[in-house]
């Protein structure tokens, strides 16, 4: 079993109403999870968000906390509800209604990583899935919803950015020749988990920063940004993806030459993002 259900690096104080959160970059994968796999050490890691969590590491030296999963996507997803369970994976679990996600393998605890490869040869009891749910999944989600919580005492506003990272190939779909390939794609599920405002601003700290961005396709946002996303309450969520080709070598799994100054560069996006939230009048000081 992985180790810790999360990691939560805080700022030495909290100034902005942003926090950053990576649910998909852990990486402990337990000798017993990997002998219960049908995948080798290399293969199972496929569908991990490598390395996000040192992109976006710079967050608490601009006053905002960094929310990290401790489990690996592959033992347990936590951009899915704790509700999305896989009959095809978990024994004694009923039909769902049809939903794509759970359909395709990658439920809450996922039947299969990137490129369809099963995990598993056979099933999961459901009490060992619901374990998963309640030693992971929950812990991770309790933190997370406390640190927004927090956001809205303090400055009246929330703002979760939501750090993932795409495969190359995610972009072949909408890349056009003659057109530079998009890099960062921006989440925020049509206008329907943030504010166009912030998302305008987001956007255009990485355009700063000499990246091409989308938004909304091929990545509209999962459970994070469909669950915590309530603008009119203001609260916002907005997923980011990276191109993984910008800072590592896919196929190895190790950082490429460009990591470092992917590093620096995201660091002046974190910057600019948390001074967004730093400028949220606080409700105390306007009494």
């Known amino acids: 079993m992985p180790k810790v259900a999360y990691q939560l690096i805080a700022p030495v104080k909290r100034t902005t109403s942003v926090v950053f959160a990576s649910p998909h970059s852990g990486r402990d994968y337990s000798r017993r999870f990997l002998q219960r796999s049908i995948l080798d050490e290399h293969t199972i890691r496929s569908s991990e968000d490598a390395f996000v969590d040192k992109l976006f590491a710079a967050a608490p030296q601009y006053g905002a906390p960094l929310l990290l999963a401790g489990a690996p996507r592959a033992f347990i997803d936590l951009n899915r509800s704790a509700d999305e369970l896989d009959p095809a994976l978990i024994s004694d679990v009923r039909q769902p209604a049809h939903n794509p996600r759970v359909a395709s393998g990658l439920g809450v605890v996922p039947r299969v990583v990137a490129g369809g ?29 406390k640190l927004l919580r927090e956001s809205l005492e303090l400055f009246g506003e929330a703002i979760l950015i939501d750090c993932h990272s795409m495969p190359h190939e995610a972009m072949d779909g909408i890349a056009r020749a003659g057109v530079r390939r998009p890099e ?22 990485f355009a ?3 990246l091409n961005v989308v938004r909304n396709a091929p990545f509209a ?15 916002h969520v907005v997923q980011i993806e990276i191109d993984r080709s910008l800072y590592m070598n896919e196929q190895m799994i190790r950082p490429n030459g ?8 995201l660091s002046g996006v974190i910057a ?16």
């Open 208 to 210: 700063a920063a000499g």
């Open 258 to 265: 460009n990591f470092k100054a992917m590093q620096t560069l």
């Open 184 to 205: 960062v794609v921006l989440g925020d599920r049509f206008g329907a988990s943030a504010s166009a405002e912030i998302v305008d601003r987001i956007e255009a700290a």
């Open 117 to 145: 490869r099963a995990i598993y040869s056979g099933k999961l009891s459901r009490i060992e899935a619901l374990n998963r749910i309640d030693t992971y999944w929950r812990p991770y989600h309790a933190t997370l919803q």
């Open 272 to 287: 600019e993002i948390s001074d967004m939230g730093s400028a949220t009048e606080q409700p105390l000081a306007a009494e």
């Open 221 to 235: 946002g999962a459970f994070t940004a469909q669950h915590y996303g309530r603008p009119l309450r203001r609260q």
